[in-house]
Nanobody
Framework: QVQLVESGGGLVQPGGSLRLSCVASGDTLDNVAIGWFRQAPGKEREGVSCVRYRDTVAYYADSVKDRFSISRDSAKRTVYLQMGSLKPEDTAVYYC????????????????????WGQGTQVTVSS
């Protein structure tokens, strides 16, 4: 089984950048999907981005396309979410999650199939 720990959240001004990290430990990551999801107060959880760990095929929600970028460092077993041009509406708790099969990372960036979740990291975009 995979365990996940996120870090990198914080307070940033509108237009600023942050990079979130998701470190994975435990089982092999060869065929997993890693996704980033977020939940703002009073709102439902939404998918932000996901990556198929093996071949780095990635997808993004329309709301973050061209602003966010997902990547992975195999040597560090870490998946990053680089966030730029941040807006107040990006404020949320961000979670990374792992799905057992890479195909769960799809253009819909759905949480279906993601069984292992990190503890979350708060991102606040405010002046």
């Amino acid at each position: 089984q995979v365990q996940l720990v996120e870090s990198g959240g914080g307070l940033v001004q509108p237009g600023g950048s942050l990079r979130l990290s998701c470190v994975a430990s435990g089982d092999t990551l060869d065929n997993v999907a890693i996704g980033w999801f977020r939940q703002a107060p009073g709102k439902e959880r939404e998918g932000v981005s996901c990556v198929r760990y093996r071949d780095t095929v990635a997808y993004y929600a329309d709301s973050v396309k061209d602003r966010f970028s997902i990547s992975r460092d195999s040597a560090k077993r870490t998946v990053y979410l680089q966030m730029g041009s941040l807006k107040p509406e990006d404020t949320a708790v961000y979670y990374c999650a792992a799905a057992r099969y890479a195909d769960f990372c799809s253009p819909y960036v759905s949480s279906t199939g993601y069984r292992t979740w990190g503890q979350g990291t708060q991102v606040t975009v405010s002046s």
